[in-house]
Structures are given as C-alpha cells and as structure tokens.
C-alpha cells in the first residue's frame, strides 16, 4: 500500500490572513484522518506564515496518525522537534522571500550542517527524511548522511517538464537500492498523482495546497477520499502491468 500524507499548511494562510481561530488547522487534521489520511504534514517556517508554534503542540498531542514536521535545517527548529518529538521530520530549504519551497533541499552541499542535525533527530527516535529534487548525487548524499528516508521533489513533473516522470522512476529505484524509502510531493494532483503512484518504490505522497484548495469546492473529506482512492488502483495497474 502507498500512503497519503495531508499538509493542511493552508489552512492555517487562511486562518492567518484574518487573525482569530477559524479555521482551525487541528479541525482540518482531523477531518482528513477520518477521511483516510495515513498521516498528517505541517511546515513550520521560520517566520510562522501559517502554521504557529502552539497548532504543532495542539495537533501533536490530539492526532492519532503519524506528524510529519516539515522544518528548516536551523537549532531553532531542532530544538522545536527535539521537544515535540513528532514521528517524522522532514528537512526542506527554506528561504524566507518564496512563496513556497523551491526546489529541494542541497544535502551534498550541506553535509556538514546536515549530519548532525539528523543524527540527534535519529536519536531522539524521529524518523528523519530529507526533501530532496530526483538527482543521482542528492540521493547519494542522503544515504551517505544517515537520512533513513528520502521525499522526492516531484515539482518538475507537475508543471509538465518532459522527462521529469523517467527521472523521477530512476531516482526512486537508486534511492530503494541505497536502502532508502521513498516518499514523493509537491504540485501534485488528482490528474498527475496516479502515475508517481505506480512507481513501485514509492511508499508515500504528502500533498497540501491542491487538496485544501480543491475543499472550497468539494469539501475537504471528500478530496481526501478521492485522492486515496487514486492510490491503490495505481499500484495495483503497476503491479499487473510490471515494466
């Protein structure tokens, strides 16, 4: 089975864009869970444009499924999943002047920064994953600095850059030979998620801002539903049809 992750980041941008409570981010975590999210994804950026310090306190304790915390390789940070403890961390770029992440993270060019940031998270017992573009030496580079997991940018390949699937297909075969898992998002959608589903190696898909979006119009249980039922008919295709 593949798993589906749920960032509910943009629910807290549409709480923030007003002030007060509504909507709630632990709501809308709670909401996807009984919908069928395997797990839930927050990034907690460095100037708290959505998620806040006190919905990663709130959602860690209330949640019954597994947190994925998207954080920046800084101490501040470090220290905040060192406290919190969530399931899984996952390290992304951040750089405070984008709109959203940027491409994936530089671990061959950050491994002295890196290493131990992911060693003291592996030692705490947070599973570490690092958000990373499908390119050969990135992979490598995450293997080489203990990240047990990998999550694949699949950027490219939704905004429809020939070759990007291939590539995508070959970097998750080279990471699964390295001993990694591989997760898998960003830009994804209900046209564009089946086939990075079908690659066998893949394990996991955390995907925000098309599910929150698409609940203005839908309602957020029903394209959480939708969305995992593309999941296993694409890897029961692969599975029928192997390349």
């Given at each position: 089975?593949?798993?589906?992750?749920?960032?509910?980041?943009?629910?807290?941008?549409?709480r923030n864009a007003r002030g007060g409570t509504h909507p709630d981010p632990l709501a809308a975590a709670q909401c996807a869970i009984e919908a069928g999210a395997d797990g839930?994804?927050?990034?907690?950026?460095?100037d708290r444009r959505h998620i806040r310090d006190d919905d990663l306190a709130r959602i860690r304790a209330a949640i019954t499924v597994p947190l994925n915390l998207e954080m920046a390789a800084t101490e501040e940070m470090l220290a905040i999943a060192l406290a919190a403890k969530p399931h899984a961390a996952c390290i992304v770029p951040e750089r405070r002047a984008e709109v959203t992440t940027e491409g994936g993270l530089n671990a061959a060019g950050q491994a002295e920064t890196l290493r131990p940031i992911i060693a003291r998270l592996r030692e705490a017992g947070i599973r570490?994953?690092?958000?990373?573009?499908?390119d050969p030496a990135q992979i490598r580079a995450a293997a080489d600095l203990g990240a047990p997991v990998i999550e694949l940018h699949?950027?490219?390949?939704?905004?429809g850059h020939p070759g990007e699937l291939?590539?995508?297909?070959?970097?998750?075969s080279l990471a699964d030979q390295l001993g990694l898992e591989v997760h898998a998002g960003h830009g994804l959608d209900f046209a564009n998620t089946p086939a990075v589903a079908a690659i066998p190696q893949i394990r996991e898909v955390n995907i925000g801002h098309f599910l929150i979006g698409q609940a203005i119009f839908e309602g957020l249980p029903s394209v959480v539903a939708r969305m995992k039922s593309l999941l296993?008919?694409?890897?029961?295709?692969?599975?029928?049809?192997?390349?």
């Open positions: 089975m593949i798993r589906l992750g749920v960032n509910i980041d943009h629910v807290a941008t549409i839930i994804t927050i990034h907690l950026r460095e570490v994953s690092l958000f990373i573009d499908p699949t950027g490219a390949y939704a905004e291939a590539r995508l297909r070959a970097a998750a296993a008919p694409a890897r029961s295709a692969q599975n029928a049809n192997p390349r």
